[in-house]
């Protein structure tokens, strides 16, 4: 390989680090709003609600900032196997961030619309349980690009069912409270529940689309 060979190849791996650093920053944000709308639902904060909202804009400007460097570099380079498949699933993974900070902004409005949840134990818990799973298998998404590790995407879905499993809980305290709770506050709670949970979801999408761009291979082809 030549000199002038070897630096544009320099360059454009330069460009895919960046890349990948911006991805983890993008999704620190989103974790960390995620985290900030758990806590808001647990402990009843609707003076909070606005701020969770507010800091969804860096987040959505962030994103639209990274897709288009994306695209831009699919369209001028001509990158080989690895690296075209690490662009592809960059752009998937920008979807799942997106969506993960949606929903965030999400659960602290369905929270508002309801003026706050009805003081009970049971339901605070198990809110407070589902809100930490749902973050903790998104932040093993963000560990993966980090890291570059494929086996965190293999495991990936196994560690959810730990999600899945609470949000069935809470909807079965919910149904137990539906007289009390009214209508409306349940099925808030009933969103609020599905909207942790596909977070919790995507990341296990991240994590998996990180395997795809290590091995070639997404987890349930092993």
Do not use: C
């Not at 960046?18 to 900030?36: K, P």
């Not at 909070?48 to 831009?72: G, M, R, S, T, W």
């Not at 969103?191 to 949970?197: A, H, I, N, S």
């Amino acid at each position: 390989m030549t000199h002038h060979e070897i630096e544009p190849r320099h360059h454009f791996d330069d460009e895919l680090d960046e890349i990948r650093a911006s991805l983890v920053d993008l999704g620190t944000m989103v974790l960390a709003n995620i985290r900030w709308a758990g806590e808001v639902v647990v402990e009843n904060r609707l003076d909070e609600v606005d701020a969770v909202v507010e800091a969804d804009a860096p987040i959505n400007e962030k994103y639209q900032e990274l897709e288009e460097k994306v695209f831009h570099i699919l369209a001028l380079q001509q990158p080989v196997a690895s690296d075209l498949r690490f662009l592809v699933v960059a752009s998937r993974i920008l979807y799942e961030m997106e969506r993960s900070g949606d929903l965030a902004v999400n659960i602290v409005n369905s929270l508002e619309r309801i003026h706050g949840i009805p003081a009970d134990t049971t339901l605070q818990s198990s809110l407070d349980r589902l809100s930490a799973a749902s973050a903790t298998m998104f932040a093993r998404g963000i560990e993966a690009i980090a890291t570059m590790d494929p086996e965190i995407g293999l495991h990936a879905e196994a560690e959810d069912e730990e999600t899945d499993n609470l949000t069935s809980d809470l909807f079965t305290a919910v149904t137990a409270r539906q007289d009390e709770l009214g209508l409306e506050a349940s099925v808030a709670l009933f969103y609020m529940g599905r909207f942790f949970e596909r977070i919790a979801d995507h990341g296990v999408n991240i994590a998996q689309n990180i395997t795809f761009a290590v091995t070639a291979q997404f987890p349930e082809d092993y």
